[in-house]
């Protein structure tokens, strides 16, 4: 998803769910920052580079994809923007390597959903923020995976948007893709930017929905493709549909966080609480433009009545600066720094205990102690500090 | 030697027959719609990529025949010339190179058209049966070519060569029946699915 549904539309979620204006911004604020944590800025602000939770074209481009590259790659990319649906799907007649890609899928509603949404509980705003982010992905990157693997991400000439029309018919037409990174997507022509076909199976061009390019980002969008994993079979990709049932389960989840409901379950929405905006919301996601924050910006504020401040990176990098080492991991950077840690590291875990490696190997701190990239030894004093 | 090389023709044939009996089976099931639209998919799919190989089978053996005239064979040709005749040694050789340079075209046309046919079939355009006749004489061909190279191999070339020749003969043989059996298969189930040829 772009910022505008990441950042103001997580608003809106949130200030239904019952957070306050102030609140809600810092939650949209994390969500949106899950895009722009990169090494780049971590090394900015001096902060752990093993939290980085996205990668910027200059860093893939120069990045390894040797094993231990990919594994890197994956574990941000599989962590934060393409959350695996099922890690135990069954498919037959393919060999491990492949199956292991192949449960690395995206898709909503599945077990490591709960398990990113039950982890941010009790961990303040900034890991609601990024379980946010990661929630609404979930939606909009479906049926891609976030690791380079031309047999999964690959797509071809069949692809068409389904658009309808005044008269209610839906019209096929068909989409073609330039690889021009600088041009604009043209929405009337039907052309489009994407990533380069490539016949390696690891280059960086067949990493999650490259090459479908934006489309997947466009709420407007209905298409039918077929991707390389599915055997010939078309899938059509409803977006509408999806990201209002993205915004729904984000009301309902940021209820459960804030503790007005007990458990968070699977396949599950708060359509009664948004039933009087439901028009608005539909109308704002179905508006065929590449950026609504105009129309999501008059949406939150109609909610709240208050201005929502537009996101700017640099807002808490002075306090993370100047802070103490002591002192960094309670300010706003310093605490989603560690909700990003933890996110990752339990993503790795879950994938690695579904004998996949694809993300690398996970240490059992209880049983072998602290092994691994020092970074992550911050998330083992905040659970010492905890039980003190 | 000639062991190996049987092994791996019966190799090929074996996957063939094992892929089209496979096909044959699922294809007695009653399929449903989305099933039949998901094989048209396929053998759409292959219409294109074998298409695609067969051009660049057309353009490797055009040039084959030209460096291999150019730059190896001239031993071979003198074969061919007429020492007693008027015409000096080198239009002789001049002649011969654009006979083989035509010859090898006409051959390497055959390939292209046929490919592009394909090709442009695989992305839903209608083609007629014609280009079809010339896959069915490629395959043909090549699957003689195949044999013959496998059970009496040219003493004249070395193994390496020998080998080179049967993986491209066998390639080109594997392509020519895709195209034939996607092309046949494709077109009747866009029969009964209704779907029109304009995209």
């Not at chain 1, 539309?9 to 969500?31: D, F, M, P, V």
């Given at each position: 998803?772009?910022?505008?549904?990441?950042?103001?539309?997580?608003?809106?979620?949130?200030?239904?769910?019952?957070?306050?204006?102030?609140?809600?911004?810092?939650?949209?604020?994390?969500?949106?920052?899950?895009?722009?944590?990169?090494?780049?800025?971590?090394?900015?602000?001096?902060?752990?580079?093993?939290?980085?939770?996205?990668?910027?074209?200059?860093?893939?481009?120069?990045?390894?994809?040797?094993?231990?590259?990919?594994?890197?790659?994956?574990?941000?990319?599989?962590?934060?923007?393409?959350?695996?649906?099922?890690?135990?799907?069954?498919?037959?007649?393919?060999?491990?390597?492949?199956?292991?890609?192949?449960?690395?899928?995206?898709?909503?509603?599945?077990?490591?959903?709960v398990d990113t949404v039950e982890l941010a509980k009790g961990k303040g705003l900034e890991a609601i923020g990024?379980?946010?982010?990661?929630?609404?992905?979930?939606?909009?990157?479906?049926?891609?995976?976030?690791?380079?693997?031309?047999?999964i991400n690959n797509t071809d000439y069949n692809f068409f948007e389904l658009r309808e029309m005044e008269d209610g018919s839906t019209k096929r037409i068909p989409i073609s893709f330039g690889h021009n990174p600088v041009t604009k997507d043209d929405l009337d022509k039907g052309a489009y930017t994407g990533s380069l076909y490539q016949s390696s199976e690891r280059s960086i061009m067949n990493l999650g929905h490259g090459r479908a390019g934006h489309l997947p980002d466009y709420g407007f969008m209905k298409y039918e493709y077929v991707p390389a994993w599915a055997n010939y079979k078309p899938i059509i990709k409803d977006n509408p549909s999806d990201y209002f049932h993205a915004f729904s389960q984000m009301v309902y989840a940021l209820q459960y966080l804030r503790g007005t409901i007990d458990t968070f379950e699977k396949d599950t929405y708060d359509t009664e609480r948004i039933a009087q905006y439901e028009e608005k919301i539909k109308q704002i996601i179905r508006t065929r433009k590449t950026n609504c924050s105009e129309e999501w910006k008059q949406f939150g504020e109609s909610l709240s009545g208050q201005t929502i401040a537009p996101f700017t990176l640099e807002t808490y990098e002075?306090?993370?600066?100047?802070?103490?080492?002591?002192?960094?991991?309670?300010?706003?950077?310093?605490?989603?720094?560690?909700?990003?840690?933890?996110q990752k590291s339990m993503v790795t875990n879950r994938v690695f205990a579904s004998n996949n490696y694809l993300m690398g190997f996970s240490v059992d701190f209880k049983r072998y102690g602290f092994r691994g990239l020092k970074d992550f030894r911050a998330l083992l004093n905040q659970k010492e500090d905890r039980n003190l | 030697m000639k062991i190996i090389f049987i092994l791996i023709f019966c190799y090929i044939c074996y996957i063939l027959a094992y892929s089209e009996y496979n096909l044959i089976e699922m294809e007695k099931q009653s399929l449903s719609i989305e099933e039949k639209q998901r094989l048209l998919t396929k053998h759409l799919k292959t219409l294109v990529i074998s298409g695609e190989a067969l051009i660049a089978f057309g353009l490797i053996s055009f040039l084959q025949t030209i460096l291999s005239s150019l730059l190896n064979e001239e031993d071979q040709l003198a074969n061919y010339l007429d020492e007693t005749s008027e015409l000096p040694v080198g239009v002789q050789f001049g002649i011969l190179f654009f006979v083989l340079f035509v010859i090898g075209g006409i051959f390497a046309s055959i390939f292209i058209l046929t490919g592009i046919s394909a090709y442009k079939e695989g992305h839903g355009k209608k083609r007629g049966f014609i280009y079809l006749i010339f896959t069915f004489l490629l395959f043909v061909l090549y699957s003689a070519n195949l044999v013959y190279t496998i059970l009496q191999p040219s003493s004249s070339d070395s193994v390496i060569r020998t080998f080179a020749n049967i993986l491209l003969f066998a390639s080109i043989v594997y392509c020519t029946f895709d195209i034939l059996n996607s092309a046949i298969k494709s077109r009747k189930l866009k029969k009964e699915l209704g779907v029109t040829y304009e995209r």
């Open positions: 998803m772009n910022g505008d549904f990441h950042y103001y539309a997580t608003y809106s979620a949130a200030y239904l769910a019952g957070y306050t204006h102030e609140e809600s911004e810092h939650i949209a604020y994390c969500a949106n920052l899950v895009d722009l944590c990169t090494r780049t800025f971590l090394r900015h602000i001096n902060g752990p580079l093993s939290a980085a939770t996205s990668q910027l074209q200059s860093e893939l481009a120069g990045a390894r994809t040797d094993i231990i590259g990919l594994q890197d790659i994956t574990r941000i990319w599989a962590s934060f923007h393409f959350l695996p649906k099922d890690l135990y799907s069954k498919v037959e007649h393919v060999s491990k390597h492949y199956r292991d890609k192949y449960h690395l899928i995206c898709g909503p509603n599945g077990d490591l959903l990024l379980a946010m982010h990661v929630l609404a992905d979930t939606w909009a990157h479906a049926n891609f995976a976030g690791t380079p693997s031309l047999v002075e306090e993370y600066l100047n802070a103490t080492q002591e002192e960094k991991n309670n300010t706003v950077l310093g605490r989603f720094i560690l909700a990003a840690l933890a | -």
